[in-house]
C-alpha cells in the first residue's frame, strides 16, 4: 500500500491532511508538495456553508494532497513532469486519491451546515470519481458462439456456497472469459463477494496426507506446498473444487510457454532476459523438488515437468495475494473472482483483505461500472513485459510501468547518497511527460541529475545548469548513445503478416515493437535536446 491520507476532523470542522512519516518516498513526496505550494500537514477549513467556488477550490486542494501522498515508486519517479495538464499522474493514482478521500470524510457531523458541507465535498468526489474514464470504457464484445457451460456451473456451485456476484461470466472478444457487470455498479458497490469457504488457500495443504512429508521439505514454502496439492486436486474427482477445475484451460498461453520462434524474436528485448529467467529458476525448482516427492502421495504422473510448468502458470495468472484475519498473507485461488481481467484502467482496485465481519472477500469498484461493460481488476502496478511474461498478455493503452532500468556504476562520491537520491534509474515513453523544455526534455529529472553529477556538476539553481550547457550536452550524448545501441540490438521492423503468425509470435512482435516505440521517443528526446542546447551554446540567452 502507498502512503495514507490522514484527515481528522475537528469541532470546527477542519480536515487535517498528514503526509505520514513512515513513507517510504517521504521526502520526494515532500519535495513534490512543495512544489505545489502544499507542506506535509495542511489543515482545510470547511466551517459553514461553502459557494461553489470554495468548495472546488477545497477539492482541488484535496486532490492535489491525495494524489501526491497516493504515488507509487514509479510515479514519484517521473515525478512532476509525469502530470497531464489537469495535474493527473495515472489512472491508478487518481482512483486512489479519489476514493481515499471519499472514504475519510466524516459521514457524521453536529452541526447542519457542516453535514450540508461534507455531502456536498462528498458529491463533489464522487462526480470526479465518474469522470475518470477508462479506454476500455466501451460495451465488452461478448463472443456469443461459446455458450459458458463450465463457467455458469462454477457461477451455479459459487452461488450455492454463499458467493454474491452481480456480474456475469462471457467469452470476450481479446480477453478470453472475464466479468461483465449485470447492473449499474456505482462507486462503493460490492460487484463480488466470495466466502473463505470457498477460497483455495495454503489451509487445504495443512489437512491434508501431504503435510507430513512437505513439512520435513528444508525451506518449503506455502506458495510451493498449495502448488503441489492443486496438481493432484485438479484430478480429484470427488474434489470439492471440482467446478472450479472443470473451468480452467488446459494450456496457458504465457510467456512462460513461448515457443522458440517466439524465442528469436524477443532477440535483443529485456523481455528475453526476463523470461529465460524465470523459466531457469522454476526448472531448477523443479529438479530440486522432485526427488524430494518419492512416496505414493506424489504419484510420479502428476507430477512431470509439463504438469508443474501448468501448476506455475496458473498460480502466476489467476492466484491473489489475500491478508486473512489472522494477519497472514496467503497465496489464493479465488474461484469467479478468477474471471476479472486486468486493466490500466481499472474498477476494482481496494480488494485482498478479509473482511472479518463477514468472513469472505469483498470485491468493491472504486469507479461506476455500467451494466454490460467489462469490470476489471488492478493486478498490479506491473509493465508490459512481466505481464506478457506470468500473464501472457499486452494491456491496451499506454502503461505508465512500461520502464527500461538503467544499470549505472556507483559513483564514488559520499555526497550523492541523499535523502533525495535514487538507488536505481529507469526510462520510459517520453510522450508520458509534459515537460519537454531544456533541463527537462521530456527525461525524468532524478536520471538527468544523476548524470549532470557523474560529470561534476552538482547544480543548485538554474543558473549553474545555464552556466554549464557544456554538461548537458553530455549528459544527452550519453543517454543517446546508450539507446542507440538498444535500438541497433533489437534491429529493423518485422514486415511479417501478423495475422497468420502464432500467438506467441504475435505476442513477441507486438512486445518488441512497444520497446521499439519506447527507445525511439527516448532517441527522439535526446536528438531534439542536443540541439536545442547547441542553439543556446552558440547564442546564449541575454
Ligand atoms: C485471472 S485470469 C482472467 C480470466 C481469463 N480471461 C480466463 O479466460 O480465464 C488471467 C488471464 O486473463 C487474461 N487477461 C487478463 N487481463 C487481460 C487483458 N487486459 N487483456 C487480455 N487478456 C487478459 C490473460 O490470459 C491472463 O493470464
Known amino acids: 500500500m502507498v502512503g495514507a491520507l490522514n484527515i481528522i476532523m475537528s469541532e470546527t470542522c477542519d480536515l487535517c491532511l498528514e503526509l505520514p512519516k513512515d513513507d517510504p518516498f517521504y521526502h520526494h513526496k515532500k519535495k513534490l508538495l512543495s512544489c505545489k505550494g502544499l507542506g506535509v500537514k495542511e489543515t482545510l477549513n470547511l466551517s459553514g456553508s461553502l459557494s461553489q467556488q470554495l468548495l472546488n477550490a477545497a477539492l482541488e486542494k484535496l486532490l492535489q494532497f491525495g494524489r501526491i501522498v497516493n504515488l507509487d515508486k514509479v510515479e514519484v519517479y517521473f515525478g512532476e513532469d509525469a502530470c497531464t495538464p489537469a495535474g493527473i499522474y495515472s489512472v491508478r493514482n487518481e482512483i486512489s486519491a479519489l476514493s481515499w478521500i471519499l472514504s475519510l470524510i466524516p459521514v457524521s457531523c453536529?452541526?447542519?451546515?457542516?453535514?450540508?458541507?461534507?455531502?456536498?465535498?462528498?458529491?463533489?468526489?464522487?462526480?470526479?470519481?465518474?469522470?475518470?474514464?477508462?479506454?476500455?470504457?466501451?460495451?465488452?464484445?461478448?463472443?456469443?458462439s461459446y455458450r459458458c457451460e463450465?463457467?455458469?456451473?462454477?457461477?451455479?456451485?459459487?452461488?450455492?456456497n454463499g458467493v454474491k456476484t452481480k456480474l456475469q461470466i462471457a467469452q470476450i472478444d481479446g480477453y478470453g472469459r472475464g466479468a461483465i457487470a449485470s447492473e449499474d455498479l456505482k462507486f462503493g458497490d460490492v460487484a463480488l463477494e466470495i466466502p473463505i469457504s470457498s477460497i483455495i488457500s495454503e489451509e487445504y495443504v495443512y489437512n491434508s496426507d501431504m503435510y507430513p512429508i512437505l513439512e520435513k521439505i528444508d525451506g518449503i514454502t506455502s506458495e510451493t506446498m498449495v502448488?503441489?496439492?492443486?496438481?493432484?486436486?485438479k484430478h480429484n474427482l470427488d474434489s470439492k473444487f471440482k467446478p472450479y477445475f472443470d473451468t480452467l484451460q488446459e494450456n496457458f498461453c504465457t510467456g512462460l510457454s513461448f515457443g522458440v520462434n517466439a524465442i528469436m524474436e524477443l532477440d535483443g528485448t529485456l523481455l528475453l532476459d526476463e523470461?529465460?529467467?524465470?523459466?531457469?529458476?522454476?526448472?531448477?525448482?523443479?529438479?530440486?523438488?522432485?526427488?524430494?516427492?518419492?512416496?505414493?502421495?506424489f504419484p510420479p504422473e502428476l507430477y512431470t515437468w509439463e504438469n508443474y510448468l501448468w501448476a506455475c502458470e496458473l498460480y502466476y495468472?489467476?492466484?491473489m495475494q489475500i491478508k486473512f484475519p489472522d494477519g497472514k498473507l496467503k497465496t489464493c485461488l479465488i474461484p469467479v473472482a478468477g474471471f476479472l481481467n486486468h486493466s490500466i484502467y481499472p474498477h476494482i482496485v481496494k480488494y485482498g483483505k478479509v473482511c472479518v465481519e463477514t468472513s469472505?472477500?469483498?470485491?468493491?469498484?472504486?469507479?461506476?461500472?455500467?451494466?454490460?461493460?467489462?469490470?476489471?481488476?488492478?493486478?498490479?502496478n506491473y509493465s508490459s513485459s512481466h505481464l506478457l511474461t506470468f500473464y501472457g498478455f499486452l494491456p491496451k493503452g499506454d502503461n505508465p510501468y512500461d520502464v527500461i532500468p538503467l544499470d549505472f556504476d556507483v559513483i564514488d562520491d559520499e555526497d550523492i547518497e541523499t535523502e533525495f537520491s535514487w538507488t536505481t534509474h529507469m526510462l520510459r515513453g517520453t510522450w508520458l511527460s509534459s515537460n519537454h523544455n531544456i533541463f527537462h526534455y521530456g527525461l525524468p529529472t532524478p536520471l538527468l541529475n544523476y548524470l549532470r553529477k557523474a560529470q561534476g556538476l552538482d547544480h543548485h539553481s538554474e543558473t549553474d545548469l545555464w552556466e554549464n550547457l557544456e554538461v548537458e550536452m553530455g549528459v544527452l550524448e550519453n543517454i543517446q548513445s546508450t539507446f542507440d545501441d538498444m535500438m541497433q540490438n533489437l534491429g529493423d521492423a518485422d514486415s511479417i503478416d501478423r495475422e497468420n503468425t502464432d500467438w506467441d509470435v504475435k505476442l513477441a512482435m507486438e512486445?518488441?515493437?512497444?520497446?521499439?516505440?519506447?527507445?525511439?521517443?527516448?532517441?527522439?528526446?535526446?536528438?531534439?535536446?542536443?540541439?536545442?542546447?547547441q542553439e543556446f551554446i552558440i547564442n546564449p540567452p541575454v
Open 110 to 144: 453536529k452541526m447542519q451546515t457542516q453535514v450540508d458541507t461534507l455531502e456536498a465535498l462528498r458529491a463533489a468526489v464522487k462526480s470526479r470519481i465518474s469522470e475518470v474514464v477508462g479506454a476500455e470504457k466501451e460495451k465488452a464484445r461478448v463472443v456469443d
Open 275 to 297: 523470461i529465460m529467467q524465470a523459466k531457469e529458476l522454476l526448472r531448477d525448482r523443479y529438479d530440486e523438488l522432485i526427488p524430494l516427492l518419492s512416496n505414493p502421495v
Open 511 to 533: 512486445s518488441k515493437e512497444r520497446q521499439r516505440k519506447i527507445i525511439s521517443s527516448i532517441l527522439d528526446s535526446c536528438s531534439a535536446g542536443i540541439k536545442l542546447v
Open 360 to 380: 469472505s472477500l469483498k470485491f468493491p469498484v472504486s469507479r461506476p461500472c455500467n451494466k454490460g461493460e467489462q469490470c476489471f481488476l488492478s493486478y498490479g
Open 227 to 233: 502448488l503441489l496439492w492443486t496438481m493432484r486436486e
Open 317 to 319: 495468472s489467476n492466484s
Open 150 to 160: 463450465k463457467e455458469s456451473r462454477l457461477v451455479e456451485w459459487g452461488q450455492d
